[in-house]
C-alpha cells in the first residue's frame, strides 16, 4: 500500500526558511512528486512538481525562486526547499506523487496518492 509521509513544517518567523520532506513507502519508484498547498479559505493550488528526470515544473507564481522543488529517487523522496518565506505563504502544505510503480517494473497513472500535509505558519 502505498503511503506519503510529509515533514518538516512548522512555525518560522517571515525571512526564515523550511525545508519540507515527503516520504513514500510501498513504492519502488516514483515517475511525478509535486508539492501543493492550501492557504485558509483558498482552494489546493500547485507549488511545484518534479519527474524521475529532474524535470521541474513551477506553477506557482513566484517569480524569486524563493522555492527549489528536488528529490532523492534512491529514498523514493520528494523535498521543497523555501526560503525567504512571507506571512502569506502560511497554508497546508501536500505532497502528492503519480506515476507509482509499487514493484511491477511499471509507472501506473491511474491513481494519485497524497499526503495528509503539513502545517507551514509563517509570521510576521
Known amino acids: 500500500q502505498v503511503q506519503l509521509v510529509e515533514s518538516g513544517g512548522g512555525l518560522v518567523q517571515s525571512g526564515g526558511s523550511l525545508r519540507l520532506s515527503c516520504q513514500a513507502y510501498g513504492v519502488s519508484n516514483i515517475d511525478v512528486g509535486g508539492w501543493y498547498r492550501q492557504l485558509p479559505g483558498k482552494e489546493r493550488e500547485l507549488v511545484a512538481t518534479?519527474?524521475?528526470?529532474?524535470?521541474?515544473?513551477y506553477d506557482y507564481a513566484e517569480p524569486t525562486g524563493r522555492f527549489t522543488i528536488s528529490r532523492d529517487n534512491a529514498k523514493n523522496a520528494v523535498y521543497l526547499q523555501m526560503n525567504n518565506l512571507k506571512p502569506e505563504d502560511t497554508a497546508v502544505y501536500y505532497c502528492?506523487?503519480?506515476?507509482?510503480?509499487?514493484?511491477?517494473?511499471?509507472?501506473?497513472?491511474?491513481?494519485?496518492?497524497w499526503g495528509k500535509g503539513t502545517l507551514v505558519t509563517v509570521s510576521s
Open positions: 518534479i519527474d524521475v528526470g529532474g524535470r521541474t515544473n
Open positions: 502528492k506523487v503519480y506515476g507509482v510503480d509499487d514493484g511491477t517494473g511499471y509507472f501506473d497513472y491511474r491513481v494519485d496518492y
